[in-house]
């Protein structure tokens, strides 16, 4: 292969087009492949791309080799395809396991297929899901797709589990499930481990007991402190709780939270030419070609028939597997309670869009009660927690009270969507929940005066 270089003809800025040095061919690409040159930010195929056939792309970049003659054609050939060979596959952050048996022959022999993603603001962007989808779609262009989109920004793996049923599940059985939580599980929620195995685990369970034919991919993304574990020789709790889960149902795994530690660490492209935590599209593209490279190893056959996945006892008896988001309206409350959609652009602190019309269960009056009766053996709720968000008392069933304080580290600006657990682990019944909305602490420097429910989350 030639050495690494920009291409004459481009008068792109340098970061748009620019050399390696010590390129080390990107593992998740294999060479039987011939990738096409991809612009690092649009994803276009460049212009001049018709004139130069035999350019591979390794995350974006040129690599550029002498246009073969018809004599050498036969070696080159021999050569794609004992790298492929050697090569296809041997991507150590590429997880098989079990891998995708289903998915593909419903695709091909009934030429349907739902394909559902779910995960926080890395699915919801215009990233790795609509190039997985363009994917699937060149695989199988006779099959017509349902895409089920249920991204959510800055939700972890527990507001995951209570959203599943009613963003995901009640779309239709799904073929194909692809789950991401590692990033915000890790930065947004700080989850220990118990709490990462039971919001990842409950969604991995739910998903398979209501479709046992479903296949499922889980991608760890990445974010410096997922990087800096594995720099340091450990994983990072939200990963090593994943990977728990995945390993105990036999589910692949794309580590691109390894994958791109790696290709930092040996110069091959840096943080900002991948985008960050919220990847560029050169950062979506290397994940995309992850997710190809899966599917070549896993899809060589397409006949015969579906069969279930098995689903062994559950890591953690007490995990979400059966969660549900109940509406605010199924409680019963004192005045100083009410159900409202808020006057959003009264209130102090930016908020999304995706919460604009919803109604809310809301007081911003100390000590008044509002009870909630349900049946299961968890309870929480997710909330809006902006700067004026303040500290809720609850209890169960007449037990002693305690307190949540609803504000997160990012509700400074921001209505910051999160869920709040107040019981699990509970016996499974019927059960009663009571909360409170507490003064200000003393000496509390912000409002801290306010308690918005979107909904209660129940399993």
Excluded at 199 to 228: S, W
Excluded at 240 to 246: C, I, L, S
Excluded at 412 to 432: A, C, E, I, N, Q
Excluded at 441 to 457: L, Q, Y
């Amino acid at each position: 292969m030639a050495t690494p270089r920009a291409h004459p003809q481009h008068n792109h800025r340098d970061r748009d087009c620019q050399p390696l040095k010590n390129f080390k061919p990107n593992r998740s690409l294999s060479f039987f492949k011939a990738y096409w040159h991809l612009h690092t930010f649009d994803g276009d195929v460049c212009n001049h791309e018709r004139n130069t056939p035999w350019r591979y792309s390794t995350a974006g970049f040129h690599f550029v080799t002498k246009p073969p003659t018809m004599r050498n054609y036969p070696a080159i050939a021999f050569f794609l395809f004992v790298m492929g060979s050697l090569w296809a596959g041997a991507n150590p952050n590429i997880h098989i396991r079990g891998g995708l048996p289903n998915a593909a022959k419903v695709f091909n022999q009934t030429e349907r297929g739902h394909v559902a993603f779910i995960g926080g603001s890395i699915t919801q962007m215009n990233g790795y899901r609509p190039m997985v989808v363009a994917s699937l779609k060149k695989r199988f262009p006779s099959t017509k797709f349902t895409i089920t989109s249920a991204g959510l920004s800055s939700t972890c793996s527990t507001s995951g589990a209570f959203r599943l049923r009613e963003q995901v599940l009640n779309q239709g059985p799904a073929d194909l499930i692809y789950v991401e939580f590692a990033v915000n599980d890790d930065q947004d929620a700080a989850h220990d481990r118990t709490a990462a195995i039971r919001g990842f685990e409950g969604i991995i369970r739910h998903i398979r007991t209501h479709n046992p034919k479903a296949d499922i991919v889980a991608t760890y993304f990445v974010n410096p402190n997922l990087m800096d574990h594995y720099r340091k020789g450990s994983v990072a709790t939200s990963i090593a709780a994943h990977e728990e889960v995945t390993r105990h149902y036999d589910i692949p795994v794309i580590n691109l939270a390894r994958e791109i530690q790696q290709q930092l660490d040996a110069g091959n492209m840096t943080w900002q030419q991948f985008g960050g935590v919220h990847p560029a599209p050169l950062g979506n593209r290397h994940c995309a070609n992850m997710h190809e490279e899966l599917m070549d190893h896993v899809w060589k056959n397409t006949e015969g028939t579906t069969k279930d996945h098995p689903v062994p006892e559950a890591l953690d008896k007490h995990c979400y597997d059966d969660g549900s988001w109940i509406a605010p309206d199924h409680a019963t409350f004192e005045d100083g309670w009410h159900v409202t959609v808020p006057n959003w652009s009264e209130i102090k602190g930016s908020f999304r869009k995706d919460y604009a019309k919803r109604p809310f269960l809301v007081t911003e009056t100390p000590e008044a009660i509002s009870k909630l009766k349900f049946e299961g053996n968890a309870i929480g709720a997710f909330v809006l927690a902006g700067p004026d968000a303040g500290r809720l008392s609850y209890r169960i069933d007449h037990s002693d009270w305690s307190t949540v304080d609803l504000y997160h580290r990012f509700s400074r600006g921001l209505h910051y969507p999160r869920t709040v657990m107040f019981g699990s682990g509970l016996p499974d019944g019927k059960h009663t929940l009571e909360l409170k909305l507490l003064p200000p602490a003393k000496g509390s420097k912000r409002p801290a005066n306010a308690a918005r429910i979107m909904t209660f989350a129940v399993n």
